[in-house]
């Protein structure tokens, strides 16, 4: 019978803000289990990758974890692969980075379980060429890719896809293990006869040149489970084909890819294609059935990098973490200081809060948190004390081709774009908090009918975004992201009229037409910042011929822990009257000031308008996917204040909003 050679392997991450009890739960019912499960099977060869966060974890909770694992490393049962250390997209992040980042998971293994690894895993298999240098450049020689990943030039080539290739980049060579990914998902889902079945398959797929196929079956470990009864069901499952491939060990023979590397060289060179966004999607197509209404990604979006044209949140936290890059590698002279940033920048270039994902991805507030907790404090420990001083500056911080105002200040950084003359980042420095972090709804494939009557979003989610309604526009259509506008003010072109760096203000100067009509409104917009503040003021002219009868209103979306009691309480603020009202919708009029209590993080936001307009109040949750799931991810708390304006052409009227942060007493 022909044989095969067989690559059994788990990888293991963790994200930034998986809270305690899931990490316990996920230890004690799936990590611990498989590894005696492993144990107990000492002639089985396993693969493992764990990544350098969850090590850390382990390292600190369970050290007699790591002291099993060392055992099964030395006697030459288990394999460890290296990788980045905090698990990046490794083609988004900058080139220093990728290295440092191998450099440094590839030194912990070594310290940490006596042996350097020789492979490496490719978090999501997202690869461009440039990669193969980079992990030869970390001492790597192999590294793992999902077989999707490759093009094999048709159906008739597919079997390629069981033999290691050799690539190279920049005259560095790398070996690529194409990991069998279908296969690889039938795991826990069918019989272990049925899975040996398939093998057999494979098998007869052999020939002279290539020699027998090489299959590696690796899986997330996750996929055990976070509840006893699966994770025992799964462990069970996989004792039984590990006993199944035992009884079968005449043609299958399982070992370890740094072996079957060494005794099976490839003899033929492939260079795998830039990933694609269907690719780095396709876990959708277990969700929305082929042909829905609204189909997954497909081929028309060519690189991964498009995820960052779907969801401008990613752009943004990309943009960011670039951002962050610059500050660090400009810091010069206080090594441990720029050892300390970076390694906070590596932390906040972990890949799970960039695109959308099983565990919630870019849709998860609580993850996206975390990823911009490391990067300001990565910005907050490049300042050198007693030298750093606030500063209004010129930068195109998003990346967009167009230079944003940004101010950088010690308790507070605030980024403002110059379409809408808004505020798309906030950041709360005591607290490494950005109160701007928030997401605009949009329609996803997996959308089922209540998701799409909660509607949509068609202007930005930030602070200080203007509109201009009829006086018929409704807080419910609102809420839908139905605007009835005279004309669009949140992404006005403003020109910046004046940039005063000594008092850190900028004013804009813009123009709205009406959508119909003659109505013409001219804006300026000037912002002030100051210790822990931000002073708005706007004058608005009717430079049109005909009178103006509309809503001039602001909108102001913070992104706070979640809505539950123990997190935010919101007050209000009407005359002398003060009262507390829920976190759901909200409709008041004649409002003095609104506070946010940030119960989280110990902090009290307020909002302070003149001439006392209406509010109205809602929260924003957009349905995102957790675990395979629809699932409704809280986002934001949008406060719209409301001012009635009448203006005859020529008259002129001026608004004000201060928004102020505290760390309450």
């Given amino acids: 019978m022909s044989s ?48 350098g966060l969850l090590i850390e974890w382990l390292e600190k909770y369970h050290s007699e974890f790591v002291d099993v694992l060392t055992e099964m490393v030395k006697r030459k049962q288990i394999e460890l692969l290296g990788g980045a250390y905090f698990e990046p997209m490794l083609p988004l992040i900058p080139k220093t980075d990728r290295i440092g980042q191998i450099e440094r998971l590839t030194t912990h293994i070594r310290k940490c379980f006596g042996r350097r690894p020789r492979g490496a895993w490719v978090p999501e298999s997202i690869w461009d060429q440039r990669i193969a240098a980079n992990l030869n450049a970390g001492g790597l020689e192999y590294a793992f890719l ?50 040996v079945d398939r093998l057999r ?30 994770a025992e069901a799964a462990v069970d499952w996989y004792g039984r084909f590990l006993d199944a491939l035992t009884q079968n060990s005449d043609w299958i023979k399982v070992d370890i890819p740094n072996r079957i590397v060494r005794a099976h060289q490839p003899r033929e060179r492939t260079y795998a294609p830039v990933s694609s966004l269907a690719g780095l999607m396709e876990w959708l197509h277990t969700i929305v059935p082929e042909g829905s209404n609204g189909a997954p990604f497909g081929d028309h979006w060519q690189s991964f990098r498009s995820i960052m044209e779907l969801y401008p949140e990613s752009a943004r936290l990309y943009a960011r973490m670039q951002h962050t890059h610059v500050l660090v590698n400009q810091v010069r002279g206080d090594k441990y200081r720029k050892m300390t940033a970076r ?132 807080l419910a259509a609102f809420s839908r992201g139905e605007l009835d506008r005279v004309c669009d003010l949140s992404r006005l072109d403003y020109r910046v009229e004046h940039l005063d760096k000594d008092h850190n203000t900028v004013s804009f100067h813009g ?30 002219h009717n430079s049109g011929m005909e009178t103006l009868d509309a809503v001039f209103a602001t909108e102001v979306n913070l992104s706070f822990h979640s809505l539950e009691v123990g997190k935010l309480r919101l007050h209000v603020r009407q005359g002398r009257s003060r009262k507390e009202i829920p976190p759901d919708a909200a409709e008041l009029d004649g409002l003095s000031d609104l506070q946010f209590q940030d119960l989280h993080n110990n902090t009290v936001v307020t909002l302070n308008p003149s001439d006392r307009p209406d509010l109205w109040c809602v929260p924003v949750e957009a349905v995102g996917i957790l675990w395979d799931h629809p699932h409704w991810f809280y986002q934001s708390n949008c406060a719209v204040l409301r001012w009635p304006v009448t203006l ?12 102020r942060i505290d760390t309450a007493k």
């Fill in 648 to 659: 005859e052409p020529g008259d002129s009227a001026e608004r004000s909003v201060s928004l």
């Fill in 146 to 195: 999902r077989d999707t990943a490759f093009q094999f030039g048709g159906a008739e080539h597919a079997s390629r896809g069981y033999w290691p290739v050799l690539t190279e980049d920049q005259g560095k060579t790398l070996i690529l293990l194409p990991v069998a990914w279908e296969l690889s998902g039938y795991l826990f889902r069918e019989e272990p006869s049925a899975i």
């Fill in 4 to 51: 095969i050679h067989l690559i059994l392997g788990s990888y293991n991450s963790q994200a930034l803000d998986l809270v305690d009890t899931d990490r316990d739960a996920l230890y004690e019912y799936s990590y611990k289990p498989f590894l005696k499960l492993l144990y107990n099977h000492e002639s089985t060869p396993f693969t493992m990758y764990y990544s």
């Fill in 511 to 540: 123009v709205c037409h009406a959508d119909d009509g003659l109505a013409e409104l001219e804006i300026a917009k000037t912002l002030r910042f100051g210790k822990n503040r931000i002073d708005v003021e706007y004058r608005l």
């Fill in 343 to 474: 390694e906070e920048l590596w932390r906040g270039q972990s890949h799970f809060a960039y695109w959308h994902n099983r565990t919630g991805g870019i849709y998860r507030s609580s993850l996206r948190k975390a990823t911009y907790a490391a990067l300001i404090e990565a910005e907050k420990t490049t300042r050198e004390r007693g030298i750093f001083i606030p500063a209004l500056s010129r930068i195109d911080v998003d990346l967009d081709g167009e230079e944003e105002i940004l101010y950088q200040g010690n308790e507070i950084n605030a980024y403002v774009d110059r379409r809408g003359g808004r505020l798309f980042e906030l950041d709360y420095l005591p607290r490494d908090w950005n109160y701007l972090d928030t997401f605009q709804r949009r329609p996803e494939p997996f959308h089922d009918d209540a998701t799409v009557a909660a509607g949509y979003d068609s202007w930005p989610r930030s602070a200080f975004v203007d509109h201009l309604f009829r006086p018929s526009q409704e």
């Fill in 201 to 230: 398959e494979v098998a007869a797929q052999g020939d002279v040149r290539n020699g027998p196929p090489v299959v590696s079956l690796l899986f997330d470990g996750s996929r055990l489970g976070f509840r006893r009864e699966e």
